[in-house]
């Protein structure tokens, strides 16, 4: 999808740091209870420090659909800002600070091939038995379309039960887009590889047999997080290597060779709980974005911990760095204007059915 942010006025890009935190904070002063920032963990601290929540992507739509604030400014990607305008009244007013900000994985699977898909399944077994799962990181159309043929979106927070449940409503799930978060939760819930199938959408029937297709348990979308599929085994070695006592931490998002290795795995909220809870004197390594892992590090370090990334190399969002003070500045001094700008707006009749998605899964946990 063409998403266009427009360059920033020069009295944003030109100002220092230290005005535009001024500029912010007297914004943030002028909108009180009426703005709402949420950031997601892997904004980069100079966005972090003004957000009033932060979350993972499940419990930042959480916050959103409980919010009655009138200005949402959303510091996270575009499929997270999407699902809190689905979630809250039409009086309430969603902002991406940068058009820009999408997700690479989200990109993976659009409607028109996840239609596709479904008629060709249709062909070769009985679809009324399939359960359609997308998880979070979607386009809105994705998540209609899981609403109207009923399934659910899940989040890595959630995946399990929401698999759970699908198991309880058809013999098969459709699970896109991340093929990493489907195979990891269905072995955690005791599945193995043959009763997966990774679905091609670029081949006829995902380049499976008509068989695979009817036997499986799992049709899982060929997607996957860049950032994420970038840590190998071969780091989990070398961080048992250079620290005999670390403990391995990692996002669902990472391939199964990963995961296995791993002794803990879950969502960035998780991330951080599993590090909040490790007793002092502790080592740690983390599997996941890089701002989330080095902010980490600087507050576990207060408490005698050793936080470092599993990738030595430094694996950010590209989409998610997008998000800085310069543009956070610049949606609020416009609000302060009486602008709205970059205002995500999910079209009506995509809304209704991606909404029944979202709330089957925030009553599912
Ligand atoms: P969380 O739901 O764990 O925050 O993950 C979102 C995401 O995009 C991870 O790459
Ligand atoms: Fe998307 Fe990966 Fe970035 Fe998460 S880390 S927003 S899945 S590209």
């Known amino acids: 999808m063409l998403r266009l942010q427009g360059p920033l006025p020069a009295g944003y890009t030109d100002a220092s740091p230290d005005a535009l935190a001024d ?33 993972d992507s499940y419990g930042l739509a959480r916050i959103a659909s409980a919010s009655e604030a009138r200005w949402i400014v959303f510091c996270g990607v575009h499929f997270m800002a999407e699902s809190a305008d689905i979630l809250t009244i039409p009086d309430q007013v969603v902002m991406l600070p940068d ?30 038995r399939v359960v359609p799962i997308t998880y979070m990181n979607s386009s809105a159309a994705l998540k209609a379309f899981v609403g109207e043929k009923g399934g659910a979106v899940c989040t890595s927070t959630n995946a399990r039960a929401v698999l759970d449940w699908a198991l309880d409503r058809g013999d098969k799930v459709l699970f896109f887009p ?30 499976l047999e008509e068989v695979d297709v009817k036997k499986s348990t799992f049709l899982l979308w060929k997607g996957h997080c860049s950032v994420h599929q970038r840590f190998r085994p071969q780091h989990v070695e070398e961080a048992r290597r250079d620290h005999p006592r670390v403990t391995v931490v990692v996002h669902p998002e990472c391939a199964r060779d990963v995961v296995e290795m791993a002794d803990q795995v879950g969502s960035t909220d998780f991330i951080i709980k599993a590090v909040e809870a490790a007793p002092a004197g502790s080592t740690i390594a983390v599997g996941t974005e890089i701002h989330l892992v080095q902010r980490l590090a600087a507050e576990a370090a207060k408490d005698n911990k050793t936080v470092f990334s599993l990738d030595p190399l430094i694996c950010p969002c590209s989409t998610m760095f997008r998000i800085d003070a310069a543009h956070l500045c610049w949606v609020l001094e416009e609000l302060v204007a009486g602008r709205v700008v970059n205002q995500i707006s999910v079209p009506d009749e995509t809304a209704k059915w991606a909404r029944v998605a979202l709330e089957r899964m925030l009553a599912i946990v």
């Open 23 to 55: 500029r912010i904070r007297a914004a943030k002063a002028h909108l009180g209870d009426s703005l709402l920032i949420l950031g997601h963990h892997y904004q980069r601290d100079e966005v972090m420090v003004w957000a009033d929540a932060r979350g």
């Open 99 to 128: 058009l820009n900000a999408g997700c690479s994985m989200a990109d993976m699977a659009d409607l028109e091939s996840v239609e596709e898909a479904w008629d060709e399944i249709a062909r070769v077994t009985d679809i009324d």
């Open 178 to 207: 991340d093929q990493h978060l489907g195979r990891n939760t269905g072995y955690a819930m005791g599945f193995t590889e043959a009763d997966m199938r990774v679905w091609n959408p670029r081949l006829e029937l995902g380049g």
